[in-house]
């Protein structure tokens, strides 16, 4: 009748069916969480998978590459990538460079053709080249 802590066996029972129910589902909330992250954790290599091309290719047998296949190659094609993005800002700064040198250039040309000094010189030269062009059809 009474268990061996004084309370009665019935409680005991109670207690007991109480504790295992608690435990089951402690131990289902446990696996529902587990199997969502591993769900979670899958979803994220398929499209890892999808989003690398060189992951994107199924092996001799059919099979999907392995995960760790996909990690590997999946830092490859970052740094592959970011090779590719070191290499165009260095293009970039070099282009930029030669827009500000011929933005330089251009300027300078304009002042030489505003400037009266050379406005002066200029008739002269087209005026020596006519000359010179008309004495070869004359002669």
Do not use: W
């Given at each position: 009748?009474?268990?061996?802590n004084?309370?009665?066996?019935?409680?005991?029972?109670?207690?007991?069916?109480?504790?295992?129910?608690?435990?089951?589902?402690?131990?289902?909330?446990?696996?529902?969480?587990?199997?969502?992250?591993?769900?979670?954790?899958?979803?994220?290599?398929?499209?890892?998978?999808?989003?690398?091309?060189?992951?994107?290719?199924?092996?001799?047998?059919?099979?999907?590459?392995?995960?760790?296949?996909?990690?590997?190659k999946?830092?490859?094609?970052?740094?592959?990538?970011?090779?590719?993005?070191?290499?165009?800002?260095?293009?970039?700064?070099?282009?930029?460079?030669?827009?500000?040198?011929?933005?330089?250039?251009?300027?300078?040309?304009?002042?030489?053709?505003?400037?009266?000094?050379v406005?002066?010189?200029?008739?002269?030269?087209?005026?020596?080249?006519?000359?010179?062009?008309?004495?070869?059809?004359?002669?």
């Amino acid at each position: 009748m009474f268990g061996a802590n004084g309370g009665s066996a019935s409680s005991g029972a109670r207690s007991s069916s109480t504790s295992v129910s608690y435990k089951e589902r402690r131990r289902e909330a446990h696996t529902r969480k587990r199997n969502k992250r591993r769900d979670a954790i899958k979803k994220g290599y398929d499209y890892l998978q999808d989003l690398v091309p060189a992951c994107q290719q199924v092996d001799s047998a059919g099979h999907k590459v392995s995960k760790a296949t996909v990690l590997q190659k999946s830092i490859d094609y970052i740094q592959f990538v970011q090779q590719q993005k070191k290499k165009q800002e260095d293009d970039l700064s070099l282009l930029r460079k030669e827009v500000i040198a011929l933005q330089i250039m251009r300027a300078n040309y304009e002042q030489l053709v505003k400037s009266p000094s050379v406005a002066a010189i200029k008739p002269r030269r087209i005026s020596c080249q006519v000359r010179s062009s008309s004495r070869r059809f004359s002669s």
